[in-house]
Protein backbone atom coordinates (compact mmCIF):
# COMPACT_ATOMS: atom_id res chain seq x y z
CA UNK A 1 0.00 0.00 0.00
CA UNK A 2 1.46 3.33 -0.93
CA UNK A 3 1.19 6.87 1.02
CA UNK A 4 1.20 10.12 0.35
CA UNK A 5 1.56 13.26 2.95
CA UNK A 6 -0.56 15.91 2.77
CA UNK A 7 0.90 19.12 4.77
CA UNK A 8 -1.49 21.29 6.95
CA UNK A 9 -0.30 23.80 8.80
CA UNK A 10 2.30 22.20 11.27
CA UNK A 11 1.32 19.01 10.97
CA UNK A 12 1.56 15.94 8.36
CA UNK A 13 -1.49 13.49 7.68
CA UNK A 14 -0.62 10.24 5.78
CA UNK A 15 -3.53 8.59 3.73
CA UNK A 16 -3.69 5.30 2.73
CA UNK A 17 -4.00 5.41 -1.25
CA UNK A 18 -5.43 2.80 -3.93
CA UNK A 19 -2.84 0.82 -5.91
CA UNK A 20 -3.79 2.48 -9.64
CA UNK A 21 -2.88 0.86 -12.52
CA UNK A 22 -2.61 2.45 -15.71
CA UNK A 23 -5.60 4.79 -16.32
CA UNK A 24 -7.08 5.63 -19.65
CA UNK A 25 -9.32 8.26 -19.98
CA UNK A 26 -12.68 6.91 -22.37
CA UNK A 27 -14.40 9.40 -24.62
CA UNK A 28 -17.35 9.26 -22.12
CA UNK A 29 -15.00 10.49 -19.10
CA UNK A 30 -13.68 13.12 -21.44
CA UNK A 31 -16.80 14.67 -22.40
CA UNK A 32 -18.34 14.40 -18.11
CA UNK A 33 -15.13 16.56 -17.57
CA UNK A 34 -16.05 18.96 -20.10
CA UNK A 35 -19.65 18.91 -19.07
CA UNK A 36 -18.36 19.62 -15.42
CA UNK A 37 -15.97 22.24 -16.18
CA UNK A 38 -19.04 23.72 -18.23
CA UNK A 39 -21.31 23.77 -15.30
CA UNK A 40 -18.43 24.96 -13.25
CA UNK A 41 -17.85 28.64 -15.35
CA UNK A 42 -21.83 28.35 -15.65
CA UNK A 43 -21.60 28.85 -11.70
CA UNK A 44 -19.01 30.88 -11.41
CA UNK A 45 -20.93 33.65 -13.50
CA UNK A 46 -24.03 32.82 -12.32
CA UNK A 47 -22.33 33.48 -8.74
CA UNK A 48 -20.90 36.96 -10.11
CA UNK A 49 -24.35 37.93 -11.74
CA UNK A 50 -26.18 36.77 -8.41
CA UNK A 51 -28.67 34.91 -11.01
CA UNK A 52 -31.11 33.15 -8.88
CA UNK A 53 -32.39 31.18 -11.16
CA UNK A 54 -29.42 29.42 -12.41
CA UNK A 55 -28.12 28.78 -8.95
CA UNK A 56 -31.26 27.31 -8.74
CA UNK A 57 -30.96 25.26 -11.02
CA UNK A 58 -27.36 24.28 -10.26
CA UNK A 59 -27.61 23.70 -6.51
CA UNK A 60 -29.63 20.54 -4.96
CA UNK A 61 -32.78 21.15 -3.29
CA UNK A 62 -30.98 18.93 -0.07
CA UNK A 63 -27.29 20.44 -0.43
CA UNK A 64 -24.84 20.88 2.50
CA UNK A 65 -22.42 23.30 2.80
CA UNK A 66 -19.91 24.24 5.25
CA UNK A 67 -18.90 27.98 4.88
CA UNK A 68 -15.14 29.11 5.95
CA UNK A 69 -16.52 30.29 8.89
CA UNK A 70 -18.13 26.54 10.11
CA UNK A 71 -21.45 27.40 9.48
CA UNK A 72 -23.34 24.77 7.60
CA UNK A 73 -25.84 26.72 5.45
CA UNK A 74 -28.59 25.14 2.60
CA UNK A 75 -29.77 25.73 -0.55
CA UNK A 76 -32.24 28.57 0.54
CA UNK A 77 -29.83 30.48 2.54
CA UNK A 78 -27.54 30.99 -0.72
CA UNK A 79 -30.49 31.56 -2.91
CA UNK A 80 -31.77 33.99 -0.31
CA UNK A 81 -28.34 35.65 -0.13
CA UNK A 82 -27.67 36.24 -4.14
CA UNK A 83 -31.72 37.30 -4.05
CA UNK A 84 -32.22 40.23 -1.27
CA UNK A 85 -28.28 41.22 -2.63
CA UNK A 86 -26.94 40.34 1.42
CA UNK A 87 -24.16 38.70 -1.33
CA UNK A 88 -22.49 40.50 -4.24
CA UNK A 89 -19.93 39.23 -5.84
CA UNK A 90 -17.70 41.39 -7.85
CA UNK A 91 -14.62 39.30 -9.23
CA UNK A 92 -14.61 35.57 -9.23
CA UNK A 93 -11.32 34.38 -10.31
CA UNK A 94 -10.20 30.58 -11.03
CA UNK A 95 -6.68 30.36 -10.51
CA UNK A 96 -6.38 26.31 -10.01
CA UNK A 97 -8.89 23.34 -10.62
CA UNK A 98 -9.04 19.85 -10.41
CA UNK A 99 -11.81 17.31 -10.85
CA UNK A 100 -11.92 13.86 -10.12
CA UNK A 101 -14.71 11.52 -11.86
CA UNK A 102 -16.31 8.96 -9.83
CA UNK A 103 -19.08 7.31 -12.37
CA UNK A 104 -22.38 9.34 -11.08
CA UNK A 105 -20.39 11.67 -8.82
CA UNK A 106 -17.04 14.49 -9.52
CA UNK A 107 -15.46 15.96 -6.92
CA UNK A 108 -14.26 19.70 -7.88
CA UNK A 109 -11.49 21.22 -5.91
CA UNK A 110 -10.90 25.09 -6.73
CA UNK A 111 -8.90 27.75 -6.08
CA UNK A 112 -10.56 31.27 -6.16
CA UNK A 113 -9.91 35.16 -5.79
CA UNK A 114 -12.90 36.29 -4.64
CA UNK A 115 -14.05 39.70 -3.81
CA UNK A 116 -17.33 41.90 -3.41
CA UNK A 117 -19.62 42.62 -0.91
CA UNK A 118 -21.45 40.62 2.16
CA UNK A 119 -23.88 42.00 4.42
CA UNK A 120 -22.91 45.66 3.62
CA UNK A 121 -18.80 44.93 3.78
CA UNK A 122 -16.42 44.79 1.49
CA UNK A 123 -14.16 41.66 1.65
CA UNK A 124 -11.72 40.32 -0.91
CA UNK A 125 -8.91 37.13 -0.51
CA UNK A 126 -8.25 33.76 -2.39
CA UNK A 127 -10.54 30.71 -1.06
CA UNK A 128 -10.39 27.14 -1.41
CA UNK A 129 -13.51 25.50 -2.50
CA UNK A 130 -14.43 21.67 -2.80
CA UNK A 131 -17.75 20.83 -4.27
CA UNK A 132 -19.67 17.65 -5.15
CA UNK A 133 -21.58 17.29 -7.93
CA UNK A 134 -24.24 13.95 -8.31
CA UNK A 135 -26.12 12.79 -11.75
CA UNK A 136 -29.88 12.30 -10.64
CA UNK A 137 -32.11 11.95 -13.36
CA UNK A 138 -29.52 13.30 -16.53
CA UNK A 139 -28.87 16.52 -14.28
CA UNK A 140 -25.99 17.55 -12.85
CA UNK A 141 -26.35 19.51 -9.10
CA UNK A 142 -24.16 20.16 -6.23
CA UNK A 143 -25.35 18.16 -3.28
CA UNK A 144 -22.09 19.21 -1.24
CA UNK A 145 -19.61 21.54 -0.88
CA UNK A 146 -16.93 23.79 1.65
CA UNK A 147 -14.88 26.84 1.54
CA UNK A 148 -12.28 28.03 3.09
CA UNK A 149 -9.85 31.15 3.47
CA UNK A 150 -6.35 30.78 2.47
CA UNK A 151 -4.12 33.27 4.95
CA UNK A 152 -0.31 33.33 4.21
CA UNK A 153 1.85 31.56 7.17
Not at 11 to 25: A, D
Not at 81 to 93: D, L, N, Q, W
Amino acid sequence: MSYRAVELKFSVIYQPLPLLKSTVITSGESIKMMTIERLEEKLRQAMLDSDVPILDELIADDLIFTMHTGLVVDKQYDLDAHRSGMHKFTKVEIDDRQILNYGNFAVVAVKTYLAGIHDQQAFSGTYRFTRVWAKHQDRWQIVAGHVCQLVSL
